[in-house]
């Protein structure tokens, strides 16, 4: 199986989507997850049965715009990787409470890609080779398709 002897952070492991990647990769791969999510109202802890048994699942209750805090879990675990799920993502909200979005979504993205560029530069050349930052982000930013083509990793941003 995949992933065998890596470390993978998920951010937002407990929302809906952040779940479903957290029980995929204990189910069909061999990699240690580290689940790192703030557990907001949208947070349902109750998605991941089993995993707290699990021997390569580990919980960390942290807020990704919290750097120090970030820093020591990055230390502690070392990740090959970092899938960041976690957002506020029901837009509605963010039209009555815009602050939490702008923390999460704005300054939380940016707190984590520095503390994860702080641990990529003290990787040796191999291991930088083969780090990982993945954002999970939405369609939404390439904007309307119009009738068919599709959207890459190189399109513009149109949201
Ligand atoms: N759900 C969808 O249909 C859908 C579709 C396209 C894209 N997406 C994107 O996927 C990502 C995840 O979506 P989702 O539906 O799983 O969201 P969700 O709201 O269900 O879960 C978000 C998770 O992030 C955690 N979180 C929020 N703020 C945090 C913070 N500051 N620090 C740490 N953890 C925090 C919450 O506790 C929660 O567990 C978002 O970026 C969303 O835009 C979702």
Redesign the pocket.
């Known amino acids: 199986m995949r992933f065998k002897g890596s470390t993978i952070f998920v951010?937002?492991g407990?929302?809906?989507?952040?779940s479903a990647v957290v029980r995929h990769l204990l189910r069909d791969t061999h990699a240690r997850v580290v689940n790192?999510?703030?557990?907001?109202y949208?947070?349902n802890p109750n998605s991941l049965p089993g995993a707290a048994q699990n021997l390569n699942y580990s919980f960390e209750k942290?807020?990704?715009?919290d750097g120090a805090g970030l820093r020591r879990l990055f230390e502690k675990y070392q990740p090959d990787a970092v899938l960041n799920?976690?957002?506020?993502?029901?837009v509605d909200r963010s039209i009555d409470g815009p602050g939490e979005f702008i923390?999460?979504n704005i300054v939380?993205t940016f707190t984590i890609l520095q503390e994860a560029l702080r641990h990529w530069r003290t990787l040796s050349p191999e291991k930088r080779e083969q780090f990982r930052f993945l954002h999970?982000?939405?369609d939404e930013v390439f904007g309307s398709l119009g009738d068919d083509g599709f959207f890459t990793e190189t399109t513009a941003y149109a949201p």
């Open positions: 951010t937002g407990a929302g809906f989507i952040g790192i999510d703030k557990l907001t949208a947070a942290q807020c990704i715009c799920l976690a957002a506020e993502s029901h923390q999460t939380g999970i982000s939405t």
